[in-house]
């Protein structure tokens, strides 16, 4: 299966239900009136394209038309697809690398977001890119995670540093950093305790964990990585929006892409945050991420079911 492929498979619950919203209020022939502008704003907020982002499209939508640039319903999807294309600049989407010696990337987000499935999947990512890579189990506080993130180290072939159930997040991130850097590694990945933006003790620990590191490694983190689970729509907006403000954020990893018909969440983040989504998950195993690109991303979103195409 083609990149452009996987990820089409991977948006297809997002497509079934957003473009076909959209299509079902955009019958061929009918005409552009106020009424279907408010039909239209109805369906892409069941599509997960949030309301700050619903109305600017709407306003555009209503130029275009005031304009003369549109007419009829049949011509607002590919309207729509090349406005929400346009939006998205060539930005840095590219993972940050240290001058000189291991890159150090925390990655960060409440538990139950995939945040330990998403490193073992950067992981992978990073090896295939020909990176040597140490995972760093820096949430302490749940077992399971400290195993499920062994597990996964087990099955990558990659060397992991942890200590018992309830140590010391930071200390655990400095003995990380200490074998990187005698290791010779080219990345180390810290997973860190998932925790809620309101949690001001957790908030305070990941800012010591960053201070120990930086007592080995000056420059690190080079990267923090939010994970944000893509089935809870725009709440993830919000959930980042309010992290941002707690943590010096620099990426987004959605993950659940493809569990979810909430994928238009991307649409608004993008829209609404000013922070680059770097990396997609779609679908279970390590090999099941992708670089973040939003042509590819708009294109596989918007593209016609091969029925539809036919009829």
Known sequence: MGLFDFIRKGLSKTREKLVSGLRAVLPFGRKIDEDL???????MLAGDIGPATADRLQDEIRAAWKAGKL?????????LKDTIAGTWTSGDRQLARAESGPTVIFV???NGSGKTTSVA???????????????????????????????WAERLGVDIVKHQPGSDPAAVAFDACEAGLARG??????????????QDHLMAELNKIQRVVQKKIPAAPHEVLLVLDATIGQNAVNQAR???EAVDVSGLFVAKLDGSAKGGIVVSIHDQLAIPVKFIGLGETPEDIRPFDPGEFVEALFESEPEEVNK
């Open 37 to 43: 502008l408010d039909e239209l704003y109805v369906a």
């Open 71 to 79: 007419s009829e319903a049949q011509e607002i999807l590919a309207f």
């Open 108 to 110: 960060v987000g409440i």
């Open 121 to 151: 999947k950067l992981c992978q990512f990073l090896r295939a890119r020909g990176d040597s890579v140490l995972l760093g189990a820096c949430d302490t506080f749940r077992a399971a995670a400290i195993d499920q993130l062994t597990i």
């Open 185 to 198: 590694v080219d990345t180390i990945l810290i997973d860190t305790a998932g925790r809620l933006h309101t």
């Open 242 to 244: 309010s992290f941002a």
